[in-house]
């Protein structure tokens, strides 16, 4: 299969779904990451031009640790809004992917930028076949599958599937520490909480605990898309 992977920002991705990316390029699927924004509001002393082009080439790292492709949509952190050239990237996008399978941020989500993503590809995922839908890339016969990845810290989120990533949690972790610009930039805007904290560590600790909860060692969890274009009698997730 295809799979997407598409988050708001750079290091979404990784930190939310790093471990079940790793499993899916071992098991031979061709992956995709993309982001709908640069990340260029996350420094607290370089210029929005200068981060912007850090943090896009930290996912390029980070999605060459598991020989996936990176793309960028290239909207402004936290100032990307929906409209019809926005629908149209994103209806791009998986057509360029060819996407079997998306993973994205769950619908209920702390941050605009998340909410909007999940928000865009779930209202275009029907329209991938449309061929008056006119895109650079092609329309293909297939309306992707999605999965909802789970918020920071996993809050307010209740998994309905498990991917076992035991075997898989240093590549995610390797796949995290790629972004070596996100460390500073959470502890400068948020003293009170970050201070000589190292915050990739969170995502060790979660993956641990919905392993608890699914009886392995380390696991992400992840919720289904409710449509009935999109049913299928199997599983999807590894």
């Known amino acids: 299969m295809n799979i997407l992977a ?12 790093g471990g079940t990316l790793a499993k899916y390029a071992k098991m031979g ?3 995709f990451t993309a982001t709908a924004t640069n990340g260029n509001v996350g420094s607290s002393t370089l210029s929005m031009e200068e981060i912007a082009r850090i943090r896009k080439e930290e996912a390029r790292r980070a999605a060459a640790v598991i020989g996936a492709e990176y793309v960028c949509l290239d909207y402004d952190d936290e100032m990307f809004f929906e409209d019809k050239t926005a629908r149209l990237k994103f209806i791009d996008l998986v057509r360029y992917c060819k996407a079997d399978v998306i993973l994205t941020h769950n619908p209920e989500d702390y941050n605009p930028d998340h909410e909007l993503t999940s928000k865009i590809i779930n209202d275009i995922a029907v329209m991938i076949p449309v ?3 006119e895109t650079p890339n092609k329309p293909y016969d297939k309306i992707p599958i999605i999965a909802y990845f789970e918020p920071v810290n996993g809050l307010g989120f209740v998994p309905t599937e498990y991917v076992d990533i035991t075997d898989h949690i240093e590549t995610k972790i390797e796949m995290c520490r790629c972004h070596q610009s996100q460390i500073s930039w959470m502890q400068d805007n948020y003293k ?4 000589d904290k190292d915050f990739f560590e969170n995502y060790e600790i979660i993956a641990r605990y919905r392993g608890i909860q699914c009886g392995v060692q380390y ?4 919720r289904m898309a409710n449509d009935a274009f999109r049913v299928v009698p199997y599983r999807i997730l590894p």
């Open 219 to 222: 696991a992400e969890g992840f």
């Open 131 to 133: 061929a008056k839908i």
């Open 29 to 31: 699927h061709k992956v």
């Open 192 to 195: 009170d909480t970050m201070a």
């Open 6 to 17: 598409i988050g708001a920002h750079p290091d979404d991705i990784e930190t939310s779904c």
